[in-house]
């Protein structure tokens, strides 16, 4: 059955009703969930699996039945490894029925069917006693919940009631106790994601600086967190204005609240500065002694303005008008009856996600065209797409089968994902922020579109072919693109690589723009030994109807040995 569904398109600014298969969020919900990140996570794991173990034996050793509650349980692996540390039964919990259903089956493949009960229902709603989901409370809380916040995916409400109506009084708990730690910091770099610098320009008339106006100044920003990776924030990128100090911490073993809760701490100053950043991160104890802990450390620690308001801040008020619509309804009676002869404009936009939903702006330029003067001068007058083959440090595994995680078969879960992604997903690239996640360049960037701003957006498609041969040895998980615009001939700004990779093919990426990145599904099996060397063969395509760009990219032996499409199995 198919259904119609209403999609925004970033790239052309309209509404598009598509025709869908009536499961498609399902496979989309799959296929992003990254639920394989998690296994491919050897500290994890193995300091899950140590927690268990310690806690199972410590029940043990009262004489009592180690019987374990594990809420969140994905793919049953904590479950299982319960089991095999001993434990007497597990009531593993997942609200989420595709993945209950993958961990009904990795269960029973790995022969615990007798002693691992899935529950698919949210933990608030499971039932203790006769009948019930559970038929008494557990001694063993084990859990998964936590996100980049530790306590921001539910953790607190779950473990509140879990005390309350799932577990015994002073049971053991894997994880045992959860610290958030917090350190000020001053950066330029940081600073700037949130605030506004002035910017200086050249003109004629000398230098002009361009200020923000204070109620900018004075706006503290949206009250949440910046989820970033900090191992990739270099120490040179901030000054250090005081200690690393815990600023609370949850004991997971007694009852929990999730009611809002104050915690304040007074950071003696170590330097001068402004504390601009407050850098914090959290760890996890497995067991009460703390012997055993999980850490998120970095390495070095182991009101929306309006427009005129910049204007009024220049007093360019009076040389600026805002016309409030949008561009394919603007008429010469907004233009006070004048044609255009310089279109200028930053093409970034809020609903993109992908590099050439930027394209917008194109789109944007062929809807004013009746306007512009003879001979206008649009900037950037063009844009160019980029490509380049790499070997990414960690990012592959999110696309990666795991197989077996810590001696237990997850087969069944890796072909739920990998039957998700083959729905459509496999064959689409992905945003990424590159700059979080290290790579090598296995071949030179190559461009392989062109875009000229200068004429409309063209009725017919423009597409490219072409092979790139890897120039360095390495696993080839997948190609970067990205955008490059044109503002002249001789001058360029890049929304990915900032300059050529180093010896070793180390990049260094735009850290304010995603780059888009598309898995060569061939190569993220970490099982399958690396090849000699390749050559990578494109077909890329962009669809001004659409906006849409599709691509298909194939590996092959540079000697001419059977091709692989890296788009399918």
């Known amino acids: 059955m198919k259904v119609f569904c209403g999609r925004a398109n970033p790239t052309t600014g309209s509404v598009e009703w598509l025709e869908e298969d009536e499961h498609y969020d399902y496979h989309q919900e799959i296929a992003r969930s990254s639920y394989a990140d998690m296994l491919h996570d050897k500290d994890r794991n193995m300091k899950y699996y140590q927690g268990i173990r310690a806690a199972v034996s ?165 009250p949440s967190v910046y989820d970033i990776q900090l191992n990739q924030v270099s120490p040179t990128d901030f000054t250090v204005l005081s200690d690393v100090l815990p600023m609370f911490s949850v004991d997971f073993s007694k009852q929990v609240s999730s009611s809002t809760a104050s915690h304040s701490r007074q950071f003696e100053p170590l330097a001068s500065g402004q504390a601009q950043v407050v850098l914090s991160w959290w760890d996890i104890e497995m067991d009460p002694e703390g012997k055993i802990k999980c850490t998120m450390a970095p390495f070095w620690a182991h009101s929306d303005p309006e427009e005129l308001q910049i204007f009024k801040a220049n007093h360019l008020e009076d040389k600026i008008n805002i016309i409030e619509k949008r561009p394919e309804l603007l008429t010469p009676a907004d233009l006070e009856g004048k044609k255009v002869s310089l279109l200028l404009g930053e093409p970034f936009f809020t609903t993109s996600l992908l590099p050439w939903h930027n394209l917008y702006f194109w789109y944007v330029r062929t809807a004013v065209d009746r306007h512009l003067a003879p001979g206008a001068v649009v900037m950037p007058q063009a844009a160019s797409l980029h490509m380049m083959v790499v070997e990414f440090r960690d990012l592959w595994r999110i696309r990666s089968p795991c197989g077996d995680c810590e ?20 064959k689409e690239a992905e945003p990424h922020p590159l700059w979080e996640y290290p790579c090598r360049s296995l071949s030179e960037p190559q461009q392989i579109l062109t875009f000229d701003f200068r004429q409309p957006v063209p009725p017919q498609a423009i597409c490219a072919e072409g092979a790139i041969e890897l120039r360095r040895p390495g696993r080839s998980h997948g190609a970067v693109l990205w955008m490059e615009y044109h503002l002249t001939p001789d001058s360029m700004v890049s929304t990915g690589l900032l300059k050529p990779a180093e010896d070793k093919g180390y990049c260094c990426w735009n850290p304010h723009c995603k780059q888009a990145v598309y898995f060569f599904n061939t190569t993220l099996d970490p099982r399958v030994p690396p090849g000699g060397p390749q050559t990578v063969t494109y077909t890329v395509e962009f669809h001004p109807h659409t906006g849409d760009v599709t691509m298909d990219f194939t590996l092959s032996a540079v000697t001419g040995a059977h091709a692989s499409p890296s788009g399918r199995p």
Not at 120 to 138: F, L, Q, W, Y
Not at 147 to 155: H, P, V
Request: net charge negative; aromatic share 6%; proline share 5%.
């Open 407 to 426: 001696g237990f078969n997850v087969h069944i879960m890796d072909d739920m994902i990998k039957h998700a992604l083959d729905f459509r997903e496999s």
């Open 58 to 222: 410590r029940v043990k050793d009262k004489g009592q039945k180690a019987l374990v509650l594990d809420i969140g349980t994905g793919t049953g692996l904590l479950s299982m490894m319960a089991v095999t540390a001993g434990a007497d039964f597990c009531y593993a919990i997942e609200v989420f029925k595709p993945m209950a259903d993958a961990a009904v089956k990795i269960v029973e493949k790995n022969g615990f069917s007798d002693k691992i009960k899935i529950i698919n229902k949210h933990s608030t709603e499971v039932t203790i006693g006769p009948g019930g989901d559970m038929p008494c409370r557990a001694n063993i809380l084990i859990t998964e919940l936590f996100d980049t916040e530790l306590i921001g995916e539910g953790a607190l409400p779950s473990y509140e009631h879990a005390h309350r109506h799932l577990v015994q009084e002073n049971c053991e708990a894997v994880p045992h106790r959860a610290t958030v730690y917090a350190q000020l910091v001053e950066s330029r770099r940081m600073w700037s994601w949130n605030k506004l610098f002035p910017v200086r320009v050249q003109t004629s008339l000398g230098e002009q600086v361009i200020v923000p106006p204070l109620e900018l100044e004075r706006c503290p920003g949206a």
